[in-house]
């Protein structure tokens, strides 16, 4: 017979007890192993999470000032790990964009005003601004869709610029955040400044590492026109760093629109060899802005409509701007098939506002991707219609780098 004597079960308590410590102490050990990766996840996550934030950007509101009429106007700033972007509600506009030099200093390279007052009192710069309905100009404010001729007004040499007297730079939008920006939102009432159709923008700017994303959709309840695009002057020196005559220009274009004495498209499309308006390669702005060239001397320099390569609709690379004393380098991509390459011409050191801030000629450039100017009166240009049904979409992003010298 088989029997356990007292000791005999005292030593297997012991070594149960012993193996019940150890199995704890190792379960303790398994937590603290799985609590330190849990605490490695959750560091990692955060990194992560911080690294996507930076990159696409933070996004803050906050009031800018007040229309006459009583209309609040909003101010966004969006800031990635290398740019700042500052994007108003009246007029949709760009107010700032900081981003360093080669050599780390930050600065604002775009053209504007401290204050809302200063944008309130200057009716004829756009800066920054959201044009439209039709951003550029229409001839003698005229056009004609399906045989009924429409007219709007005329506000610059007895043509239509930018939509009018009240065009969308003189608005004010209504706005909501989206993840690393803002979207903008105008209704343009059937009839307003002439245009026909009840017409809805959205416009949509968000900011990714070093690019400024501005995603446009429009649709119409009637057939009409429409050609937005964004007004900003850059200066890739600095807000007040004297002119860009100094900075590199490339256009990636073979054609461009020439123009008559009031700015209006001959309907012309002649090649850019041999001209001023060839900026195939890399080429300091003012270079040639002084060459004895009639359409220069039209426009008092560069304010004129490349016709882009590629085809309308797809991204394309519009422009390339470098400027060797900073080492900016702005790059413009756009699914639009022109860009109007404006060298700042009428600025003319007129003060604004209650500060009395001024720029004088040729301190900024524009380069605004668009259809091409007085489209509706040009059947063989891309057309600027936009009927019941069909929502329009069309995308610029505004790139900034350096490069080293």
Not at 35 to 52: A, D, Q
Not at 289 to 301: C, T
Not at 317 to 330: I, K, N
């Amino acid at each position: 017979m088989l029997t356990y004597s007292g000791e005999g079960r005292d030593i297997s308590t012991k070594v149960g007890v012993k193996t019940l410590v150890q199995n704890a102490e190792l379960s303790m050990r398994a937590k603290r192993i799985e609590g330190k990766l849990t605490m490695r996840w959750v560091k990692v996550i955060l990194l992560s999470m911080t690294t996507v934030m930076a990159a696409h950007g933070a996004v803050t509101k906050a009031v800018f000032g007040t229309t006459p009429d009583g209309k609040t106007v909003d101010i966004y700033t969006l800031k990635s790990d290398l740019v700042e972007a500052r994007i108003m509600t009246y007029g949709a506009r760009i107010v700032s964009i900081k981003t360093a030099d080669r050599n780390g200093k930050i600065a604002d390279v775009v053209l504007g005003y401290s204050a809302l007052d200063g944008y309130l009192a200057d009716s004829s710069t756009y800066f920054g601004a959201v044009v439209g309905r039709y951003g550029n100009r229409i001839a003698n404010g005229s056009f004609k869709i399906d045989g009924h001729e429409y007219h709007v007004p005329i506000n610059n040499n007895g043509q239509s610029l930018h939509g009018g007297l009240l065009g969308f730079d003189k608005l004010v939008w209504q706005a909501h955040e989206v993840a690393g920006g803002v979207e903008m939102t105008l209704v343009s009432p059937d009839g307003d400044q002439g245009y026909p159709g009840k017409l809805t923008a959205h416009v949509r700017y968000s900011l990714l590492h070093g690019a400024l994303r501005i995603d446009y959709s429009v649709s119409t309840d009637k057939t009409t026109v429409v050609n937005l695009t964004n007004h900003t002057y850059f200066n890739l020196a600095g807000d007040g760093a004297g002119t860009i005559l100094g900075e590199e220009l490339t256009l990636p274009a073979d054609h461009y629109t020439p123009v008559t004495p009031v700015l209006i498209p001959t309907g012309e499309l002649p090649s850019v060899e041999g001209t001023p308006f060839d900026f195939r390669k890399s080429t300091v702005i003012g270079a040639r802005i002084h060459d004895s060239n009639e359409q220069l001397k039209i426009a008092g320099g560069y304010d004129h409509n490349w016709v882009l390569r590629g085809n309308n609709g797809e991204p394309k690379t519009a422009a390339r701007v470098y400027d060797p004393q900073s080492g900016r380098v702005l790059t413009v991509t756009t699914t639009e098939p022109g860009v109007q390459f404006y060298s700042g011409n009428f600025l003319d050191g007129t003060k604004f506002g209650k500060a009395g801030e001024s720029h004088v000629k040729n301190s900024g450039l524009c380069l605004e991707t668009q259809h091409f100017p007085d489209s509706p009166n040009h059947p063989s240009f891309p057309t600027t219609l936009l009927k019941p049904g069909e929502t329009r979409h069309s995308t610029t992003t505004f790139t900034f780098s350096t490069h080293a010298k």
